[in-house]
């Protein structure tokens, strides 16, 4: 809304695919309803991404970068924290549903990686605890490295559309960077 350039790069089966960045509310609306239509499948190679994702900045600017951050955890903070140090702008945007950070089930269930296809039963009373502890000291080591790493960083969840959940975020962004405020 304010006349800023944006693109939108995404990573599906291990193909990037990139829209330039353009202004105005028609190239927004189209990269909101592109986001839209993301799917979860496939790894994306964090590193290789990022990289090209800054490189593709002609000059010092802002990188949202949003993924549930779960692939090559060490590699993927390095990748981000160069972009940085390269003197861009970067959010880290952590995507995960409600259901995978609270696991809120009883009894036996099915749990399918979306990603690799795996499937396992297990008892969900019996892993929920230690379940939502290594949940929780993943997240936690994710806000804690990117903030340390001079990242934004924020918390998404899935149960939330994602051009809402974006505006949202940049809505406080602003404010927060607003003197005053």
């Known amino acids: 809304e304010q006349g800023h350039a944006v693109g939108l790069m995404t990573m599906t ?7 330039p960045a353009r202004g105005g509310r028609p ?7 592109r986001l839209d239509r993301i799917l979860p ?3 994306w190679d964090a590193a ?5 994702g800054a490189q593709l900045l002609p000059r010092r600017g802002v ?5 549930d951050f779960y692939d090559a955890e060490d590699e993927t903070r390095r990748a981000l924290r160069r972009v940085v140090q390269r003197g861009h702008d970067l959010a ?3 995507l995960l549903s409600p259901t995978e950070i609270a696991l809120p089930f009883t009894g036996q269930i099915e749990l399918e990686d979306v990603e690799s296809h795996a499937r396992q039963i297990v008892d969900a009373s019996e892993i929920a605890s230690e379940y939502q502890r290594t949940v929780g ?12 790493d001079g990242l934004d960083y924020a918390l998404m969840t899935t149960d939330m559309a994602p051009a809402q959940a974006l505006r949202d975020y940049l ?3 602003r404010r927060r960077d607003t003197p005053g405020h």
Request: aromatic share 4%.
């Open 48 to 52: 290789r991404t990022i990289a090209r």
């Open 63 to 67: 990188m949202i970068v949003i993924s």
């Open 41 to 43: 499948v496939g790894e």
């Open 13 to 19: 089966h291990g193909g990037l695919s990139y829209v």
């Open 137 to 148: 000291d993943f997240l936690d080591r994710c806000r804690t490295h990117a903030l340390r």
């Open 171 to 173: 809505l406080r962004r």
């Open 27 to 33: 190239h927004l609306r189209a990269l909101l309803a």
């Open 92 to 94: 880290m945007l952590q």
